[in-house]
């Protein structure tokens, strides 16, 4: 049996997160799920798998409270559980940005349909950001993509404040793995004086999934946070595993298996080393 694997989220006033979080574990529990799912006063965010039956139970009542009607989901496949157990969580942010003051569900940036975005991130007078973290970027992004280096989401506001102009860079586009942390930093774009400020919707993964390879301007694979790693056009599991030691992705590791232990065959281990 092939797992339906769905990322999901959306950002919405929750007031009462806490309350749902004993409900929805019970019923994920009881359909045999697994995953992560998030709960915080500004939304909920999850990634989990399943039976279709199953899966579509959990969506189903998820969208039952008129808040979250119209969730962002995303849909893949696994032959294995890509996670081994089931959470659900409450936290302060379901991504963490570290400013309160961008909400989403006040209002964001421009979404860009995946079969938009060549035309946006082709124009020479749109700044184009990917807003993952290094080691996701290093794997793979969009041609022409600024890198900002930086190693969590929290470090985001730092680099707008340092590189970025809202006189000088007119048009920023950003995208991200599922949708979620682009649309939360076009929220705090827009509060630093950003005009015009545009987001892949659904993320990497919906362009991926939607856009034909012949067509794309992808480049490598898309970190993905669970045991399949990385996904590839067509949201085909990748080449890529994990680094036992420092947990960053690598390419398929050597007959040796080296590539999961820290020795040199992994160059972040290695650099730690030196």
Known sequence: MKLVVVAFYKFALLSDFATKRQPLLELCLDCHIKGTILLAEEGINGTIAGARADIDTILNFLRSDPRLQDLEVKESEAETWPFKRMKVRLKQEIVTLGQPDAQPSKGTGIYVEPEDWNAIISD?????????????????????????????????????????????????????????????????????????????????????????????????????????????????????????????????????????????????CSKTAC
């Open 124 to 268: 020479p007078t749109v700044t184009v950001i990917d807003t993952r973290n290094d080691y996701e970027v290093e794997i793979g992004t969009f041609a022409g993509a600024i890198n900002p280096n930086t190693q969590s989401f929290r470090d985001f506001p730092d680099y707008v404040q340092t590189h970025l102009d809202p006189g000088e860079h007119q048009k920023i586009a950003m995208f991200c793995t599922g949708g979620i942390r682009c649309e939360k930093a076009s929220a705090y774009m827009l509060q630093q004086g950003f005009a015009e400020v545009y987001h892949l919707k659904g993320g990497i993964l919906k362009y991926l999934e939607t856009v034909p390879e012949t067509a794309s301007l992808w480049n490598g694979e898309c970190f993905v946070f669970d045991e399949r790693v990385a996904l590839a056009h067509g949201l085909k599991v990748g080449t890529h595993v994990l680094c036992q030691a420092c947990g960053r992705p690598l390419p398929t590791p050597d007959p040796e298996g080296s590539a999961h232990r820290s020795e040199p065959a992994c160059p972040y």
